[in-house]
């Protein structure tokens, strides 16, 4: 009997812990939901502020690209023309002057070049030239203007 009124206890002692689970109130309070979609909110507005700052470097690298080569071609084309053929001068080229790529110019310098006195262009042909290409372009944002410079020496051949 004894084994019976232990039996009889210990079912009532579970049924009182379902009974007191149930009438718990489970689940997210308003606060709680209101703070998760703001954290969730807040998340997803810095990743999306991203966006454009790695479309402007993505441009910003392209139109980079583009100016190193056409500095390049300039570099290519008057070094393939014999010495005598290059002459001493600045020559520009202004915005446009490549159909596809109106947002750039060029500027190239080509003076003679000593190799004793490397800081000043000497005035008399030491049968070395030296060719600098400048490469403008405005920013993507447009507010300023870059360059990058492209050198190479010329010698006869």
Do not use: C
């Not at 998760?36 to 910003?60: C, D, R, T, Y």
């Not at 014999?82 to 446009?96: K, Q």
């Amino acid at each position: 009997m004894d084994n019976l009124k232990n039996y009889k206890n210990s079912f009532t002692l579970i049924e009182y812990e379902r009974s007191k689970s149930v009438s718990r109130n489970e689940g997210f309070t308003l606060i709680e939901l209101l703070i998760a979609i703001f954290v969730l909110v807040v998340g997803i507005i810095a990743v999306l502020q991203a966006f454009p700052l790695g479309m402007h470097l993505e441009k910003s690298a392209q139109m980079m690209t583009i100016a190193i080569q056409l500095g390049q071609e300039k570099l290519e084309e008057t070094i393939s023309k014999s010495y005598s053929e290059v002459s001493i001068g600045v020559f520009e080229e202004t915005y446009g002057f490549y159909p596809n790529f109106s947002s750039f110019k060029r500027k190239t310098e080509i003076n003679y070049f000593d190799p004793n006195n490397p800081g000043t262009p000497p005035v008399a042909d030491s049968e070395i030239k030296k060719i600098e290409v400048t490469v403008f372009w405005h920013s993507p944002l447009g507010i300023t203007e870059k360059q990058i410079k492209l050198a190479t020496l010329f010698t006869k051949r």
